[in-house]
């Protein structure tokens, strides 16, 4: 069964503490995502990777870094949180577009698969 | 810029009609791929159904289709004869192939009154 799974489903932490969100995937994706969902907001992308070592800023990177050292490992981190990044976050990993074909076998679509998410409450 | 625009915050619908939850986007990539996902209130994101950009045909998926409609840059998602458990949200994405993100929508909120 394929397998997105993220550390924490609810974390409570303080104004100014690091903050570590791990995402760990089964499939041998080479994209992985971080997003964070807000109501009335949707999903706004905060940073992906395509490759180990590899990252790129989505839309709201401010106030986050990642780290992917491994393939099946994306981690968001929180330098010093914030009120307003309380939210719900999410990890997603899919295959490359390159390998995307007809949609025969799961994941070619190239379809994101998504972990069961991290609430985080700053305090 | 690449968007995804969902105008449709809550819709409601009778239990076994069928339901239209709008999409439109917004690209320059040609080549590119549309998804719906179905996330329901104990917050899992579901795979719904994709269409990819030079498809000729509508994606079906049981009772879900894909209308699209390249030229107004459209990809309505229809649910037929609609079941209780279909009470959900909707997020419709599009994924460019030169950018290779994914982009979503702020999503749909369907309630299917018995």
């Known amino acids: 069964d394929v397998k997105v799974t993220q550390s924490s489903r609810y974390l409570v932490k303080r104004t100014g503490e690091k903050v570590f969100l791990e995402c760990v995937q089964d499939?041998?994706?080479?994209?992985m995502f971080w997003y964070r969902q807000d109501p009335g907001l949707g999903l706004r992308l905060i940073y992906f990777s395509y490759d180990v070592k590899m990252k790129e800023k989505g839309d709201i990177p401010e106030g986050y870094s990642v780290s992917r050292e491994k393939k099946e490992r994306f981690s968001l981190i929180l330098e010093s949180a914030s009120t307003n990044q309380t939210s719900m976050y999410l990890c997603?990993?899919?295959?490359?577009?390159?390998?995307?074909?007809?949609?025969?076998?799961?994941?070619?679509?190239?379809?994101?698969?998504f972990g069961e998410g991290s609430r985080l409450t700053v305090l | 810029a690449q968007k995804i625009t969902q105008t449709q915050p809550g819709m409601f619908v009778q239990e076994k009609e069928a339901v239209t939850l709008d999409c439109t986007y917004d690209t320059s990539d040609p080549s590119y791929g549309l998804f719906w996902y179905k996330q329901p209130s104990s917050g899992e994101m579901i795979f719904l159904i994709y269409q990819g950009s030079y498809d000729q045909q509508n994606a079906t998926e049981g009772r879900y289709s894909l209308n699209f409609q390249k030229a107004r840059k459209s990809a309505n998602l229809v649910i037929s004869a609609s079941q209780l458990g279909d009470s959900a949200m909707y997020f419709c994405a599009m994924r460019t192939y030169n950018f290779n993100k994914f982009y979503f929508g702020s999503g749909t909120k369907l309630n299917v009154k018995p």
């Open positions: 499939m041998d994706h080479e994209n």
């Open positions: 997603a990993s899919s295959f490359l577009h390159k390998k995307v074909s007809k949609v025969s076998r799961l994941g070619g679509a190239g379809e994101l698969f």
